[in-house]
Nanobody, 115 residues
Framework: QVQLVESGGGLVQPGGSLKLSCVAS????????MNWYRQAPGKEREWVAA????????NYADSVKGRFTISRDNAKNTVYLQMNSLEPADTAMYLC????????WGQGTQVTVSS
């Protein structure tokens, strides 16, 4: 069955960095675009970044552009999100996503930016 497992979240001070990972299984990872979303308490889920199957196209929400970088390693069935210059407003649960007829989601990894 399809599985997406995120990791790499944690508590970080403002200005710090984290690198999230999402390991995929149960489908042909290299054929699909992948997304990162985030959801803060009491807020709607927000799209953060996307990467196409060949890594030739990457798109970002305006709120993270210039600070976050999405990448993937198709040999490892893994998509990453490098987050730099983190701000308290980046605090959220970060979720990996792809679409294959329907949306598939991981369980998420919590990122907390606080001093």
């Amino acid at each position: 069955q399809v599985q997406l497992v995120e990791s790499g979240g944690g508590l970080v001070q403002p200005g710090g960095s984290l690198k999230l990972s999402c390991v995929a299984s149960g489908f042909t990872f290299g054929l699909y675009a992948m997304n990162w979303y985030r959801q803060a308490p009491g807020k709607e889920r927000e799209w953060v970044a996307a990467i196409n199957s060949a890594s030739s196209t990457r798109n970002y929400a305006d709120s993270v552009k210039g600070r976050f970088t999405i990448s993937r390693d198709n040999a490892k069935n893994t998509v990453y999100l490098q987050m730099n210059s983190l701000e308290p407003a980046d605090t959220a649960m970060y979720l990996c996503n792809f679409r294959m007829g329907k949306n598939y989601w991981g369980q998420g990894t919590q990122v907390t930016v606080s001093s």
